[in-house]
């Protein structure tokens, strides 16, 4: 797992940054939306007028509260999934590779 971002939370969603090796966002808004359905997201992730991702209210297994993030960039070749937990300073925003779901997905290592 790997923090790619810090985060504080405000009167009505969160504001931080980001930082991977292709993203460095120093202000990034997750702004509630006007939810209608109930699998619609919660938060639209901003940076500035663009918007950089979704985001939805989650409870874990352990009755933990967080947030469920998805981003994507066209400097991305694909979405990353995060997670955004309550932490001692703040709210991390926490990346972790995504498993195989089963053993045809898994590619054999070169020779």
């Not at 109930?38 to 992730?45: I, S």
């Not at 500035?48 to 933990?64: C, S, T």
């Amino acid at each position: 797992m790997a923090n790619i971002g810090t985060f504080t939370k405000t009167s009505d969603g969160y504001t931080g940054v980001i930082h991977t090796l292709t993203m460095n966002l120093k202000a990034v808004q997750f702004r509630p939306t006007d939810k209608t359905e109930g699998k619609g997201p919660d938060y639209r992730v901003m940076a500035g007028a663009a918007q950089l991702g979704v985001a939805w209210k989650k409870i874990a297994k352990n009755d933990r509260d967080y947030i469920s993030v998805k981003l994507d960039d066209p400097s991305l070749p694909r979405a990353i999934s995060a997670n955004l937990f309550d932490s001692e300073d703040g709210y991390d925003l926490v990346w972790s590779r995504p498993r195989p779901k089963d053993k045809a997905d898994r590619k054999a290592p070169a020779e």
